[in-house]
């Protein structure tokens, strides 16, 4: 029968419960007479070699000393203890009071629970009772009993509980953007109020006693500078190598209580400077704080490019991403100075933006050609290469980092990221950590406003320059992954933007490209920001927009282009959202393209920092193009030079239409994508 066992007689006992195990046998009448004789011979000797002589007063005094020493080397003495009486074992007990393990003699339990082990088997989970479940999942019971949770339970385990990839931090550091903790000035990077930054204090003190115990446990040989941090740590006394010898025993838990820390709570949240709070949460930042418009040194762009000088000097694999959307804008013009001799994968991000019958082989090679237009040779050094990539999607990403380790592998090194402000270089290390928390349920919806809820999440936003040092993360096999701080690419307009505009201004998902037919006299106005007009005696062209969807577009007669600008900025064509004090100084570029019939594009009209313009027609197309003074216009070759008649449109006066809208269906179909 099974047993029934009370548990709240005993509050203290500490049981190990074994189930009965059917065993088959071999059965006595199959043995031999000898055999039977010889096992019954065994077993007798093997009782004997264990019973105790009942009236031998010392052998029980004996065995009771032996018992109590080692309860006492466990940490149990009589004050655990619990003596139950013959009382305690009567029948009276009520149901309540027993845990039921089943008959042993029920094949049909049997068989249940040896189905539950097997379904446990396969999920990798174990089946608990609703009631233990519900008890495990109350940390503060558990607290309450003395029990702590680590901060990594894990350690250095390779199973799929242990982090594929892990943003290493410090204390003293934002792990948001990079830059070192203050308290002394609000208007510069990494300040935290006080209070948050003498908490960040004491822990980068635990951080570093917990280095020096593991030097110290795994015996490896310390360096004069970690005796000296030693000494600041504990004392300001002389150090022998008794203390050295007893560094491996510190309990870092009473030390994190003596400092007014719980180091469970500490490691539930990271700590992030003002700055990343309000981009991250608002999507805005003082001017004071925002690259290319502070003069703030730490800030600066030499600043910048002098964390990256020393690349070209060791051997490192260098992920150059750049804006496909965006292209002349983000490709860095230094990038063969910052690579050096190392091996460059140029990722090309964004792809998601694209319409989706681009083809992937045609972009890539479109990529290789304008790279060598524009004089950059490291992605010919030997490793390097091209890859079409979505760092918000993950598209490419996988076959991205397997290229990149591989290389990093055989040249036993690291792997930096590098590349043009706001070309995605944050999205992507917050891609590779979420690979991470993929691998587990969702527990909770994010907050919106908030991409970055996620743990160890670093800070991306529209606005250029979001990081300003080196944020590390650890690939394993002492490989690790930097993001770098971007690099403002002259003549882009992103720079001229505020963090609003820039909401409109940089697309977040796929881009709807819209065509119209534009005659000589007539223009095409690109919200507030630029003007693309036909001029003198040609023949009317189209022209396909490549922008974000928010961006309004207003076909209008040319001579009639100053006066709209002038009075409906900010209402009727945004980007900007307002008037400015001082409007922008404005500057023409005229363009003659040679038409490559009526079947395809014959070129991209780039304007940085806020799309292409894909030119269409028959003989000659004179093309004025009007932008803010210093924004960057160049003329290449098209991208996605067969899309034109996929994206046609109307316009009633009011608004832009499609032409064709089937990918699209319901009330939520964007009719003009948008563009009054």
């Known amino acids: 029968m099974g047993q029934r066992i009370s548990l709240s007689k005993f509050p203290n006992l500490r049981m190990r419960i074994y189930h009965s195990t059917r065993l088959r046998a071999t059965g006595e009448d199959e043995l031999s007479e000898n055999d039977q004789k010889e096992r019954i011979k065994r077993k007798e000797e093997n009782v004997n070699q264990f019973q105790i002589n009942k009236n031998s007063l010392h052998g029980r005094e004996k065995i009771s000393t032996t018992f109590a020493e080692l309860a006492n080397k466990e940490g149990f003495d009589d004050s655990t203890s619990f003596y139950a009486d013959e009382a305690t074992f009567d029948e009276d007990f009520d149901e309540d009071d027993f845990i039921d393990f089943g008959s042993d003699d029920d094949e049909n339990d049997m068989d249940r629970r040896i189905a539950d082990a097997q379904k446990d088997l396969s999920g990798g989970k174990i089946s608990v009772s609703d009631e233990l479940e519900e008890f495990s999942s109350r940390e503060d019971a558990f607290r309450k009993l003395g029990f702590k949770r680590e901060a990594n339970p894990f350690g250095d385990d390779e199973t799929p509980r242990k982090d594929e990839f892990r943003l290493v931090t410090n204390s003293m550091i934002c792990s948001a953007c990079g830059s070192d903790f203050q308290c002394s000035n609000e208007t510069r990077p990494g300040y935290l109020p006080k209070e948050k930054f003498d908490t960040q204090v004491k822990l980068s003190k635990i951080e570093e006693l917990q280095i020096l115990q593991e030097k110290a446990t795994e015996r490896i040989e310390w360096s004069p500078e970690d005796e000296i941090e030693y000494l600041i740590q504990t004392s300001d006394g002389d150090v022998n190598a008794k203390e050295f010898d007893e560094m491996a025993d510190i309990d870092i838990d009473a030390v994190a209580e003596e400092l007014g820390i719980d180091l469970v709570q500490a490691t539930k949240k990271k700590t992030i400077c003002k700055r990343c709070h309000g981009l991250q949460n608002f999507g805005k930042v003082d001017t004071a704080l925002r690259p290319g418009w502070t003069d703030e040194p730490l800030m600066s762009q030499s600043k910048f490019r002098e964390l990256l000088a020393p690349l070209r000097e060791k051997p490192a ?52 050609r304008e790279l060598e237009y524009m004089g950059i040779k490291s992605i010919a050094n030997v490793g390097g290469a091209v890859r079409l990539v979505s760092c918000k999607t993950g598209f490419g990403v996988a076959g991205l980092l397997t290229k990149a380790r591989q290389l990093a592998d055989e040249m036993d090194t690291d792997v930096f990221i590098v590349g043009a402000a706001n070309a995605g270089k944050s999205t992507l290390i917050n891609h590779v950590l979420e690979r991470n928390s993929r691998r587990e349920p969702a527990r909770a919806k994010k907050r919106a406003g908030n991409a970055n809820a996620s743990k160890g999440a670093v800070t991306v936003s529209p606005l250029p320059g979001t990081t300003l040092k080196f944020i590390k993360v650890d690939l394993g096999d002492k490989k690790s992954l930097y993001d770098t701080p971007g690099l403002l690419v002259p003549g882009t307009l992103t720079q001229l933007l505020t963090p609003e505009e820039l909401k409109i201004v940089v697309p977040k998902k796929e881009v709807e490209p819209i065509t119209f037919r534009v005659a000589s006299g007539k223009c095409v106005l690109v919200g507030g920001l630029a003007r693309i007009e036909v001029i003198g005696d040609t023949k009317p062209f189209l022209f396909t927009f490549f922008v974000a969807n928010d961006i309004k577009l207003h076909p209008t007669s040319s001579a009639n282009a100053d006066n709209f600008i002038e009075t409906h900025t900010g209402a009727l064509l945004t980007p900007p959202l307002q008037k400015r004090e001082e409007s922008f100084e404005w500057e023409h570029h005229d363009v003659e393209i040679e038409g490559s019939g009526w079947k395809e594009a014959a070129a991209d009209v780039s304007l940085c920092g806020l799309g292409w313009v894909a030119i269409t027609g028959a003989g000659i197309a004179r093309v004025r193009i009007t932008v803010p003074k210093g924004i960057g216009v160049s003329v290449r070759p098209p991208l996605m030079p067969f899309d034109v008649w996929e994206v046609a449109s109307r316009y009633t006066g009011g608004r832009a239409i499609r032409k064709t809208g089937k990918k699209k269906t319901g009330p939520n179909r964007r009719r003009g994508v948008g563009r009054n």
């Open 317 to 368: 694999v260098i992920i150059a991403l750049v804006d496909l959307f965006d292209f002349a804008g983000s490709v860095l013009p230094e990038l063969d100075a910052i690579a050096g001799e190392n091996p460059v994968i140029l990722a090309a991000n964004k792809v998601d933006l694209l319409p989706s019958k681009m083809g992937q082989h045609r972009a890539e090679n479109w990529v290789r």
